[in-house]
Structures are given as C-alpha cells and as structure tokens.
C-alpha cells in the first residue's frame, strides 16, 4: 500500500529546496516551497513505521496545519508506534533571545519581529500534548528538555546571521549595511558580557511530546 509521509518545511533555503528536488519531480512540489511560507509535502512511501516524528518544526504552522501533519503522522505509522515532535521553548533559547532582545531595542521592525518569534503556536507548555490529545493519540507524555549550545567566539555565534536560513537571518537581510553594524554591535556586547571573547555555552530548551497510536 503506498503511503505519504508529511515533511514539514519553514523559512525553506536553497538546500532545502534540492533535497525536495532529489525526492520528487519539479512539478511535485508545491509553490509555497518557494515563498517561504510553512508546507506540507507529500512523499512516497511504502509499508508503515514504527516511529514518526517532526522534531523542531511543528512551531511554524497554525492550528490547521498542525491537524493536517498530525494526521499524516498517524496515517504513515503502524498501529502501536509512537509518534514524535519537538520545538523549541522560545522563552527559553538564550542564544536567541540576546539577538532578538537587541534587535527590538534598536529597530520597531525587530520588535515586530520578537514579537512574532516569541508568540508562535506549539512553542508554550502543554501545546504540542494538548495537539497530540486532539490528534487522537494515545498515552500522550511531554517534557523538556535542555542542551547547551557551544560557541567557539562571537564570530561563530553572529556567523547564521549572515547567510538567509531562519527568521533572525531573514531579520538581518532587511537592514541597510549601518543598522546592520548596530545590531551586531549591540548584540556581541550581550555576547561579551564583560569579559573577552572567546568560547560560550548557552542553554537552549525545547518541548518534546510522544504518543501512541491507537490499535
């Protein structure tokens, strides 16, 4: 029986757009692929799984898409298995927050930004097992979870923020080349914090959510 397996894109990049290509035929995929905006694609698979799972993606889509990817989960998974996501606690991301932080003090359009970043679905407690419930899934559990983000200097903290992948990238790519020098500016003294630059550990948590699927 031939099944589809949802994939879940957001702020897609160049990269992201050659693997879909590897997978399906141009005329496969779909335009919103090339705007930016959150898509579901279908891809070919057959038999089923014992294990689904989006992990930090299902916090770009609204009420409806996450339905539509929870579904597809179910349909793609065997009955028993477990299927999966996680995303990032927005308030929690301490890296992130120093650059956005930033951002709103020196630019209305950064606090527009922050704003939105901050205030996305399935990013608070309780969302992702509330959507997994609604999904119909069984013995549904979440916690969190935390790691820490290694940086080698501020160089290689500020680095993403120079190419186009993500919402502070995106950010970065809206100002003129002076409001960028603030930005940067502002943000490695966060960095810094006093001291030299050098190596920094910052933690980053996330919501994890699991649930079974029903025999």
Known sequence: VERKLAVAFHFPSDDVVSAARLLLKDE??????????????GLSAQGTFDVAATPLAAESFGPMVHAQAVAELRRVARPGATIGAAVWDTHGFIANRMFFDAAAALD????????????????????????WKAGGLADVQDTML????EFASFDDYWAPYEGKDGPNAAYVGTLDAGQKQRLRDAVRLA?????????????????????????
Do not use: C, H
């Open 28 to 41: 496969e995929l779909p335009k919103e692929l090339f705007t930016g905006k959150p898509v579901l694609i």
């Open 108 to 131: 209305p359009g950064g606090e527009q930004q922050r704003a939105r970043n901050y205030n996305r679905p399935m990013t608070r407690q309780g969302e992702l097992a509330q959507a």
């Open 146 to 149: 935390t790691i820490q983000m």
């Open 191 to 215: 960095y810094l914090d006093g001291e030299p630059d050098g190596a920094r550990s910052f933690p980053a948590s996330a919501w994890t959510v699991k649930g079974t699927v029903s025999a």
